[in-house]
């Protein structure tokens, strides 16, 4: 599973194997850790250098303390930063908008018909991928005027789902 992590100004990406290694920003790296105690205490060892970290999660990052210097972290999964981005990103406020798929995969459900007045944060298509069913969500308020799919097709990243405006 890939995550983007932001440590203050700088991003990494963080892709952890099915065998337990890690590559950071695309290079190797050698990775132990352990928890010390049920609080946040944790004994990590990177490129066999040891460090300890305690970790506390807060509101949408977690702070880790390490050698007497703290860090705000920001932890997001390819996956949802994916999506994030297809609904985040820069949306007119008029107009006609494609919603595209932000990843290959499976329609399941298509909550809206043509016509259907729908507003932001709406449900407007249920997409599986990699075994997880995501809401792609209307990025604003509009009318969907056109369906590009049928329940149970497959998609591809970047492919029309439907169209608002």
């Known amino acids: 599973m890939k995550y983007v992590t ?12 099915e065998a337990g290694s890690i590559n950071v920003n695309g290079q190797p790296r050698a990775l132990d850790f352990q928890s010390i105690d049920n609080g946040g205490l944790y004994s990590v ?8 970290a305690l970790v506390e999660q807060g ?3 977690y702070r880790v303390l390490i050698a007497g210097t703290l ?11 994916r999506l994030a981005e297809a609904g985040g990103a820069f949306t007119p406020t008029s107009g006609e ?34 075994k997880m069913e995501n809401e792609l969500k209307a990025p604003r308020d509009g009318t969907v ?6 329940p ?6 970047g492919q029309a789902l439907l169209t608002l405006a």
């Open 6 to 17: 932001a440590v203050g100004e700088k991003s990494f990406t963080i892709d952890i194997n």
């Open 45 to 52: 060892l990177v490129d066999n250098k040891s460090f300890e």
């Open 59 to 61: 509101e949408g990052e």
């Open 71 to 81: 860090y705000h972290v920001k932890v997001v999964d390819e996956r949802a930063k």
């Open 97 to 130: 908008l494609t919603i595209k798929s932000p990843m290959p995969g499976l329609i399941v459900a298509i909550p809206v018909k043509d016509g259907d007045v729908v507003k932001k944060g709406q449900v407007l298509i249920v997409l599986e991928s990699m």
């Open 145 to 150: 005027t056109a369906i590009k799919v049928t």
């Open 152 to 157: 149970r097709q497959a998609v591809e990243q």
